[in-house]
């Protein structure tokens, strides 16, 4: 029964590098959605689909590139790594558009 | 724009009630929920409630919705120290937004024995 898995669970890039942060879901959920959690910032979201083949922005999106070609998917890909990406991200995935949210366990990335 | 607003600290004896304040914006939001998150862990899921209900119980824990008001609380009774933890409030976002969350920024919540 895993839910939502979230790959690497740390990761440390230099300034300038590219990484693709992975989410996998095995709950058929068409939605999913990615955050990121700062420090006294709360939850920000990043990017969400609705469904495969379909990404929209979030409130944070520049720096970042989504896509969903399967249900089960929603890889996140960092283009050119800045330190002020340095966050903790969220990974989401959710039946229909109301319901519950599930997260999975985050990615810890450190930009230097 | 939309908002969430909640407290950043509540420090409670073990055995007292809690109570987590959040203050919302968008009347719109369909769901407001409550997460907890453990340090270095992700976000669990604890109860939600429905914007035309005022209060659902669930087991020690109570969540209160005035809506005039914009205004949810989270009782959590007989705290325990396994309590201690982050707690977000979140509203659904309506419109094209598909339900995406809005979260508060957490309120920390220590427990002493």
């Known amino acids: 029964n895993a839910g939502v898995t979230q790959t690497p669970k740390f990761q440390v890039l230099k300034t300038g590098q590219s990484m693709t942060l992975q989410c996998a879901q095995d709950m058929n959920h068409e939605y999913m959605s990615w955050y990121r959690q700062d420090p006294g910032m709360g939850l920000r979201l990043i990017h969400y689909?609705?469904?495969?083949?379909?990404?929209d922005q979030g409130e944070v999106p520049n720096g970042y590139n989504v896509s969903r070609s399967t249900t089960e998917d929603f890889p996140l890909r960092l283009l050119s790594a800045a330190p002020s990406q340095t966050s903790v991200y969220f990974c989401?995935?959710?039946?229909?558009?109301?319901?519950?949210?599930?997260f999975g366990d985050g990615t810890r990335l450190s930009i230097l | 724009g939309e908002d969430v607003e909640q407290s950043l600290f509540l420090s409670v004896r073990e055995g007292d009630s809690s109570v987590i304040n959040c203050t919302y914006t968008d009347s719109s939001s369909t769901y407001l929920y409550w997460y907890k998150q453990e340090p270095g862990a992700g976000l669990q899921l604890l109860t939600y409630i429905f914007s035309n209900m005022d209060m659902k119980q669930d087991q020690r824990l109570t969540v209160l919705l005035n809506k005039k008001d914009k205004h949810l609380s989270l009782r959590i009774a007989d705290t325990q120290t396994g309590d201690s933890a982050i707690y977000f409030c979140?509203?659904?976002?309506?419109?094209?937004?598909?339900?995406?969350?809005?979260f508060g920024k957490g309120t920390k919540l220590s427990v002493k024995p």
């Open positions: 989401a995935s959710r039946r229909s558009s109301n319901q519950p949210q599930h």
């Open positions: 979140a509203e659904s976002m309506g419109g094209g937004s598909q339900g995406n969350l809005i």
């Open positions: 689909s609705v469904g495969a083949g379909i990404t």
